[in-house]
């Protein structure tokens, strides 16, 4: 019974992930566009790809990126029209770039001048903690007149 229920579950999930009527009639461009699909984020959802969201947002980015396919486009050719339309931001996984290295390691050099600045204010606080000599010499003369 579970397994009747598991696979009528997965034949479900296929049916719905995508309107037949859209589907590619070659497989294996319908295969490539749905690779595409997997790596380029649904600008709705945010942190889902195309080919899991519902958005009519994301319906339309796979049909574009059908469209392209069926024109004989690589990969590379749909993956860069996207991001020249919507932005690097449509991609899961953007490309290494030192744009995107200066955004990842700005927050560790931040925190880490911060660290710098906490210890550097921490030696300077420790020096400043003895007398000067005037200091001592004042600080005498006010627990004598304190005294008498």
């Given at each position: 019974?579970?397994?009747?229920?598991?696979?009528?579950?997965?034949?479900?999930?296929?049916?719905?992930?995508?309107?037949?009527?859209?589907r590619l009639a070659d497989p294996a461009q319908e295969a490539r566009a749905r690779a595409i699909f997997r790596e380029v984020r649904c600008l709705v959802?945010?942190?889902?790809?195309?080919?899991?969201s519902n958005a009519e947002l994301a319906a339309d980015l796979r049909r574009l990126v059908r469209d392209e396919v069926k024109a004989g486009?690589?990969?590379?050719?749909v993956r860069d029209h996207l991001t020249d339309r919507y932005g690097e931001y449509v991609l899961l996984k953007p490309a290494f770039s030192w744009g995107n290295a200066a955004l990842w390691g700005a927050p560790f050099l931040v925190v880490g001048l911060g660290l710098l600045l906490l210890?550097?204010?921490?030696?300077?606080?420790?020096?400043?903690?003895?007398?000067?000599?005037?200091?001592?010499?004042?600080?005498?003369?006010?627990s004598d007149d304190e005294g008498a």
């Open positions: 019974m579970r397994r009747t229920l598991a696979i009528l579950a997965a034949v479900l999930s296929l049916a719905a992930a995508s309107d037949p009527a859209e959802c945010q942190n889902e790809s195309i080919d899991d486009r690589t990969d590379d050719q210890i550097g204010g921490f030696r300077n606080r420790q020096a400043d903690d003895e007398l000067s000599p005037d200091e001592a010499a004042r600080l005498a003369r006010m």
